[in-house]
């Protein structure tokens, strides 16, 4: 049984999973599903074509699955999906997709932090952390294990590689690599994220490779474009390194350097 809060306003057509709790003061739309054990807090909005999974906790004032602010919205069944044991804390905005039948993607255990924005057309993987007032732009993605400084800007169609720390207050135009520290302004990558690394279980060996492909990337005077041909004939192909190449050359906007 769900646990309702009297002055919660709960649609009867809202698709409610086995122990569900609505607080004070919530709305919950009629196309809205939520997971088992989800909880809201109070004063919390869940509407349109949203899902969240299983175990979630969304704090008071956050918004989720409202009006994308795409000028270019013209109706339809646009809409947003949580994945399982994600935390959205106070004051948070998801916005729908803009297009009908498009999807606004957040994953599994993110801890999204007050006053956080995440725009239409987002994907948001796992593991991810956006501290407070982070901001993503429309049709950004973030990949897996992410973390996101506060105070931080992250423009239309860029892209986070898995496993990138970003430090507070910054303006990211570019896309960031995988495995690489950002910070400053203008962005710079001073480094690899290290300790988010092995956090995540990337081998002793793997590591060693990404540092090699780090300095013909970062620290010589070769183009993206040699210094990914060196990095293929000269450090070893661990998964992480592959991935990092294909990352840097499906890029469209560039990378940050």
Avoid: W
């Avoid at 000028?71 to 809409?79: A, D, N, S, T, V």
């Avoid at 725009?119 to 796992?126: M, P, S």
């Avoid at 070769?222 to 990914?228: E, N, Q, S």
């Amino acid at each position: 049984m769900s646990e309702i809060h009297p002055t919660a306003i709960v649609s009867p057509n809202a698709k409610l999973g086995d122990q569900v709790v609505i607080g004070p003061f919530c709305f919950v739309g009629p196309d809205v599903t939520l997971g088992d054990k989800t909880r809201l807090i109070s004063h919390v909005v869940v509407d349109g074509f949203t899902q969240l999974g299983a175990g979630c906790t969304v704090f008071p004032f956050a918004s989720v699955g409202l009006q994308t602010q795409d000028l270019k919205y013209k109706g339809g069944r646009p809409g947003v999906s949580i994945g399982d044991n994600t935390t959205i804390r106070e004051s948070v905005t998801i916005n729908a997709a803009t297009a009908d039948g498009d999807v606004t993607r957040v994953g599994s255990h993110c801890h999204i932090m007050a006053y956080a924005h995440i725009a239409h057309d987002c994907v948001v993987g796992n593991h991810v952390i956006i501290a407070n007032v982070g901001t993503l732009a429309g049709h950004v993605t973030v990949e897996d294990r992410v973390i996101l400084g506060g105070l931080s800007a992250v423009h239309q169609f860029v892209r986070l590689g898995r496993n990138c720390i970003i430090g507070g207050c910054a303006k990211v135009v570019q896309d960031v690599p995988p495995f690489v520290m950002a910070d400053g302004n203008p962005l710079r990558v001073p480094g690899l994220n290290s300790v988010g690394l092995t956090r995540a279980g990337v081998s002793e060996e793997s590591q060693k490779a990404l540092k090699l492909a780090h300095r013909l990337l970062y620290r010589s005077e070769l183009g993206t474009r040699d210094a990914l041909a060196r990095i293929e004939a000269e450090v070893p192909q661990t998964s992480e390194v592959q991935h990092l190449v294909r990352f840097i050359r499906s890029s469209e906007r560039g990378i940050v350097k």
